[in-house]
């Protein structure tokens, strides 16, 4: 059973501050790794994708990937009460050919 | 910007009818995949399909589910007999596959009630 464990939350940061969001994941064989932004009620919307151990940027976002510890992570600075939502990690199996999901962190940012 | 588009937006049926969720992908995308997320819970992937075949399917996605690729442009969901636990919002998604690249974009859904 391929799994993608993330904090439940909710996080709550205030304005202006970086949050911090994490998921692990078990299938040692994954190989590339989504954040998806999901606002109450709506799609989810793809916002970073990362395939390479390190750090991408792209704005306001970086994910950090450590294939070793099978560990995804997403940086948000300089949050603004907009980026409130809740944060979906997506790991694709190229074995398998899906898209597993965390059950999603709630972010809070506090104006 | 192009994005994946699905009707109706909000279905609500019997239990036993049968229902079809429709989408467009995004047109030059080549994968197609359906998911369903109950609510307060996390999204599943229910199937993929390629070149007009399923390419990969979960366990949720039993007998009585089928999809199709009727023309050139709709990719549609079927339910044969809805049960009460197939109240859900379903997602629509494609992607370009490139490799192990595989950028899924979700389509806004379509809430399924069913009474």
């Known amino acids: 059973q391929k799994e993608v464990e993330q904090n439940s939350g909710p996080l709550s940061v205030p304005e202006g501050a970086i949050a911090s969001l994490n998921c692990t994941y078990s299938?040692?064989?994954?190989?590339?790794f989504f954040w998806y932004r999901q606002y109450s009620g709506k799609s989810p919307e793809l916002i970073m994708f990362?395939?390479?151990?390190g750090d991408k940027e792209d704005g306001r976002f970086t994910a950090q990937l450590n294939k070793a510890s099978q560990y995804v992570s997403l940086l948000i600075r300089d949050s603004q009460p907009s980026d409130s939502a809740t944060y979906l990690c997506?790991?694709?199996?190229?074995?398998?050919?899906?898209?597993?999901f965390g059950s999603g962190t709630q972010l809070t940012v506090l104006p | 910007e192009p994005e994946v588009t699905q009707t109706p937006s909000h279905q609500v049926t019997q239990m036993g009818q049968e229902v079809i969720l429709r989408c467009v992908p995004i047109?030059?995308?080549?994968?197609f995949y359906w998911y369903r997320q109950i609510l307060g819970q996390k999204v599943e992937f229910l199937v993929s399909?390629?070149?007009?075949?399923?390419?990969?399917k979960s366990e949720i996605f039993d007998d009585q589910f089928s999809v199709e690729r009727p023309d050139g442009s709709n990719f549609t969901l079927k339910i044969r007999s809805t049960k009460l636990e197939d109240s859900a919002m379903y997602f629509c998604?494609?992607?370009?596959?490139?490799?192990?690249?595989?950028?899924?974009?979700f389509g806004p859904g379509t809430r399924l009630t069913v009474l």
């Open positions: 998604a494609s992607s370009v596959i490139r490799g192990s690249y595989n950028e899924q974009f």
């Open positions: 299938d040692r064989g994954s190989q590339s």
């Open positions: 990362i395939y390479s151990n």
């Open positions: 997506a790991v694709y199996s190229g074995s398998a050919r899906q898209l597993t």
């Open positions: 047109s030059n995308h080549l994968y």
């Open positions: 399909f390629y070149n007009n075949e399923i390419s990969e």
